[in-house]
Structure formats: C-alpha cells, structure tokens
C-alpha cells in the first residue's frame, strides 16, 4: 500500500510527464531508486528519514512544474525517463547540500571522490578540526560533485571571491597537515635508523 506522498508523486508525474498507469508507477520507482542512489553516493549513514524527506521535496517540485513548467522545456529532445532522473537527481542533491554538507568531514568529500582513505583516518579527523563546515561544503562542491566556482557560488548564496578564499583557507589547512604528516614520517625514519 502506498503512503500519501507516494500516491501524490504519482499523479504529479502523471500530469506533469504525460505517463499513465503502471507508466507512472515505474516512474516513481525510478525516482525513489535515484533517491537512494544519490544518497548512498553522497550521504554517510543515510537514513529513512532522509528519503522520506526527499520524496516531499520531490512532490513539492513536482507541484511547481504542474503550476509553472520549467524543467522540461528545457530538456524537449531527451526522454521522458532522462528529465526525472535529471530532475530527482538535481531535487536530492538540493536536499544533501543543505542538510549534510555542512556537517560532512573530510573523509566524507574524499569518499565521494571515490578515493582510498585508509589508514589515513587519524590525519583526516584532524582536518576536520581544521576546517569550518563552510569549507567544507565549498570543497564537497569543487571537488565532489566538479562544480565550477561560479556554480558553488551560486548554490551557496554568495560571491566567487568567497567560495574561492575558503577553498584557499581549505587547501591551507590541507597543506599544513600534510607538512605535519611527512615531518612526523621523516622523525620515524630517522628514528628507526638511528
């Protein structure tokens, strides 16, 4: 049995997509399967709450595009499946910037890059003491997800020069442990040989 903002998603689909039927519920399927796709992606410890929280989003979205068409006159040359997948994917990554980049870490952004942090865990946590959430943010933007730095500005409500100083502040801060890294291997080299 389907819950209300299922029920709602399908009939906004319907009316705003044009798909009827079992058309529609694969649909919303689909757009359930992005959701969690997106969230596994770039949420740590995701849970149902946040899905449940991006489904009404997705609703609301939905609603906008009943009364306002937007999206997909953008998008007429591509597929029905194509523009909600694109549009799911662009409502749930709304949903992660402002409830979890904040309060993402650094080992966070460097498994979104899809890189090998083990190990280096002790050092990442004390990045994390180092950055602010906005630096944060700014590098889950740049380098996660490849925005530009007028993209990132954009999201984040302020100017390019802004997201470009704390991406410097950020990068400081990466530079100064990496510097603290290699003296401490350097000592327990030395030490080792001596």
């Given at each position: ?26 649909s ?18 995701y ?52 409830a ?41 933007l ?11 500005a954009?999201?984040?409500?302020v ?26 291997m ?8 001596s």
């Amino acid at each position: 049995m389907r819950n209300t903002v299922d029920r709602q998603g399908i009939e906004l689909l319907e009316t705003v997509f044009m798909v009827k039927g079992s058309s529609a519920n694969d649909s919303w399927t689909m757009v359930n399967k992005v959701i969690r796709m997106c969230l596994a992606r770039n949420v740590k410890g995701y849970t149902a709450i946040d899905e449940e929280r991006v489904r009404k989003m997705m609703v609301e979205r939905l609603r906008k595009e009943v009364s306002k068409p937007t999206f997909y006159d953008g998008m007429e040359r591509s597929s029905v499946q194509t523009c909600i997948v694109v549009l799911t994917r662009e409502v749930t990554m709304n949903y992660v910037r402002n409830a979890h980049y904040w309060r993402s870490t650094v080992a966070d952004l460097f498994l979104a890059m899809n890189v090998d942090i083990s190990g280096a865990e002790d050092h990442l946590r004390c990045l994390d003491e180092r950055l602010t959430p906005s630096q944060k943010c700014v590098l889950r933007l740049l380098y996660g997800e490849g925005c530009t730095l007028a993209q990132a500005a954009g999201m984040l409500g302020v100017s390019q020069d802004e997201v470009r100083t704390l991406q410097w502040q950020a990068m400081e801060a990466f530079h100064a442990e990496w510097l603290s890294l290699r003296l401490a291997m350097d000592a327990r080299r030395t030490g080792a040989a001596s």
